[in-house]
């Protein structure tokens, strides 16, 4: 008889029953360390440590062995420890208000994201957050991102983030980087929840913003065709029609936000899509788009449309200027093709070697590319990082443009210091200097560079000292 095809379901009942085959043989592996380090486990469950950033032996997400405790405690470790184990999830009381999430509202949810209510967030996501450097660091005004797909969403934050420090409502004067470098944890949160802020509202449908946070509850009943995750199912949609109040509720509520275990991306991204509402992102991107995230090399990574979602408050595809309502040759499209109709504070540079060297390069349009504020997300190579300037006026005044300081921080942990970069746009073309150098085409054309050169067409660049590493 031939076999009949596994239906979805029973793949997604197949992947669980392997993600806890898994566990189960990571548990014994620690066990058996454990018993040959005869290592004493103690109850420290008020100091938990969670496998959230690299560990000190290279392995991602505290996969590798764990390190032996302090001087103080040596060899103890927590005895609720874990591999991949994340801490508890923050919750509020159902008590203080907000709108219960619906079955309907998480289906949708779900589908809008991934195109499948059976598909979840992986743990890369589940573990990110929003977290900064030290305060009154040479990066305190810094956010830590690591690999994954969520770091594209860090990275615009931080761009707002950089935009509220600098450039603030208060600030009509140009900042200096001295002034990203002596901010306090106060300050931090200030600016990251302003940066939130400001994003949801202009991702708003109308006048009225959510914010979505976790409480203790369950607020429905699961079905069949939707798979449990223990976080979607417990959202309350806090909604809001004035931009300060959002931003007081935000800090009231910060550490939603920035604190390890909080899902503090996933939150953020849910609140986004919710204040744009279901109905306006199917227009956005109309029927260009099944979904907002796609899988890539095993992890969720964000679409253009999410991006520009957070850049202008639009979930437009496309990076063009305008809508495009005819094709090449002059025929009207069925659906109109959605690009940026308006300039917005945080632009975008793209470059990506493959595409260029293929003759295929997405060319990014002057609304993104020429920002109200010297700031830009750069997705070059398909990681993202922020470029900006402390000059308020170098994009509207044309002289400002012919030698001037940028300034890049990728969020990776072996940057530890922000790299100064001088652009000239008026001495001899950049190729004339490439000529005399041979070698690594990666030494002799940095990617960083030829991202700056789509805004400044034959800009020499001088690193001043640092020797090129993106």
């Known amino acids: ?35 040959a380090g005869r290592l004493e486990l103690v109850d420290t469950d008020n100091q938990q440590k969670y496998p959230d950033k690299k560990s000190e032996d290279g392995n991602e997400d505290g996969t590798g062995a764990p390190q032996t405790g302090s001087n103080k405690n040596p060899g103890h470790f927590p005895s609720t420890y874990s591999p991949y184990s994340l801490p508890k999830p923050l919750s509020i009381s159902s008590d203080l208000g907000g709108l219960p999430i619906t079955l309907e509202m998480a289906m949708e949810l779900r589908k809008i994201l991934f195109g499948s209510a059976f598909h979840t967030f ?3 996501w589940k573990k990110s957050y929003f977290s900064f450097h030290e305060p009154y660091s040479e990066l305190s005004y810094a956010l830590q991102a690591e690999r994954g797909g969520a770091r594209a969403i860090q990275m615009v934050v931080q761009a707002h983030v950089i935009k509220q420090i600098l450039f603030g409502t208060s600030k009509e004067e140009n900042s200096s980087l001295q002034s990203l470098q002596a901010v306090s944890q106060k300050e931090q949160e200030k600016a990251l929840a302003a940066a939130l802020a400001d994003i949801l509202w202009a991702a708003r449908d109308g006048e009225e913003v959510t914010v979505c946070l976790v409480t203790t509850d369950i ?33 009231d509520h910060i550490h939603f936000f ?11 991204l849910y609140s986004a899509l919710f204040s744009r509402t279901f109905k306006r992102l199917q227009e956005d991107f109309g029927c260009t788009v099944p979904h907002l995230l796609k899988l890539n090399l095993g992890n969720f990574t964000c679409r253009q449309a999410v991006l520009n979602l957070m850049l202008t408050g639009r979930a437009s595809p496309y990076v063009f200027n305008g809508d495009l309502q005819y094709d090449e040759q002059g025929g009207q499209l069925m659906v109109p093709m959605h690009g940026i109709l308006n300039r917005s504070d945080v ?22 590319k020429t920002p109200r504020l010297p700031i830009w997300l750069c997705n070059i190579n398909g990681t993202f990082s922020v470029l900006y300037s402390t000059n308020r006026s170098l994009l509207s005044d044309w002289k400002m443009e012919h030698l001037f300081d940028l300034h890049f921080y990728n969020g990776q942990q072996s940057q530890n210091k922000t790299v100064t970069l001088t652009i000239d746009t008026q001495s001899h073309h950049w190729e004339e200097r490439q000529q005399e150098d041979e070698g690594d085409i990666e030494k002799r054309f940095p990617s960083l560079e030829m991202t700056i050169r789509t805004k400044w067409d ?3 660049i001088d690193w001043h000292g640092t020797v090129p590493f993106f």
């Open 219 to 251: 607020c429905f009943t699961p079905s069949r065709d939707y798979k449990v995750d223990n976080f979607t199912e417990k959202l309350l949609l806090f909604n809001f029609c004035d931009k300060d109040a959002i931003q007081t509720f935000i800090v």
């Open 458 to 460: 034959g800009a020499v």
């Open 122 to 124: 992986n743990y890369e």
């Open 347 to 368: 632009g975008y540079l793209y470059w990506n070697r493959e595409e260029m060297e293929q003759g295929r390069l997405s060319q990014v349009g002057s609304m993104l």
């Open 1 to 35: 008889m031939e076999a009949q095809p596994a239906t979805t379901k029973e793949h997604g009942l197949d992947a669980d029953l392997d993600v806890i085959a898994s566990k189960i043989s990571e548990l014994e592996k620690w066990k058996d360390i454990f018993s």
């Open 258 to 268: 920035k604190t390890e275990g909080s899902h503090g991306v996933i939150l953020f």
